[in-house]
């Protein structure tokens, strides 16, 4: 057996236990290998897994800064029924809308995503620090509270390897002529 067949076994065996993106660089450093070598193992195995007939129920995927093995999207319906029954993982509407405050403005705190939502939001970002989509990254220079950040699981659970890939806002903005009676009613 020579060693690219060992290391494509021990990185399959990794990656199936794995509950987090791993990088290139520390599958690399446990299989004395270099991480350029592996970076295009795993690149080359993604591709072989995606054409794969008939389709497997598994993608190779690289996200959040590392890789990990995903179930297929087209059996998303019967994976989240399979994971879900009997309780709800599902985030409220109000755990998203602070979830996307703290996205986009980050590093943010509480008092900054109250003001944007208009509603407390202490129990909300509790929430999303107990599921792991946000953390403290340190205090605010003026007040001292606690500014929020989104973690890797967020980039994770969002498909995405770093924030440059959220989606612009301003396509969602209204145009400057619909703040033009707000502003009139602020002189």
Same mark, same amino acid.
Request: aromatic letters at 6%.
């Given at each position: 057996?020579? &060693? ?5 076994? #021990? ?11 791993? %990088?290139a660089?520390?599958? #690399? ?44 999207p087209r =059996?998303?319906?019967?994976v ?15 755990a998203?809308? %602070?979830?996307?405050?703290?996205? =986009?403005?980050?590093?943010? %705190?509480?008092?900054?995503? #109250? #003001? ?5 939001? &202490? ?27 989104? %973690? ?6 969002m ?12 396509? =969602? ?6 703040? &033009? ?7």
């Open positions: 057996m020579n &060693d690219d067949t060992c290391h494509r076994g #021990a990185l399959e065996a990794i990656l199936m236990v794995v509950s987090e993106p791993v %990088t660089v520390q599958l #690399a450093s446990v299989l004395d290998a270099s991480p350029a070598d592996i970076e295009s193992m795993l690149a080359s195995m993604a591709t072989e897994y995606s054409h794969d007939e008939p389709p497997r129920g598994f993608q190779l995927r690289k996200v959040g800064g590392g890789w990990r093995f995903y179930s297929d =059996y998303a319906d019967v989240s029924k399979f994971v879900t029954s009997g309780h709800s993982a599902k985030l409220s509407v109000q998203l809308e %602070t979830l996307a405050v703290i996205a =986009y403005r980050q590093p943010v %705190t509480r008092a900054q995503i #109250a #003001a944007i939502r208009g509603v407390d939001v &202490d129990s909300v970002v509790r929430t999303l620090q107990t599921r792991g989509l946000v953390r403290p990254s340190g205090t605010a220079p003026d007040s001292s509270a606690v500014l929020y950040e989104t %973690t890797e699981l967020f980039l994770e659970k498909g995405m390897n770093s924030l440059e890939e959220l989606a612009p806002l301003a396509p =969602y903005l209204p145009d400057d002529e619909e703040f &033009d009676d707000v502003v009139k009613e602020m002189a």
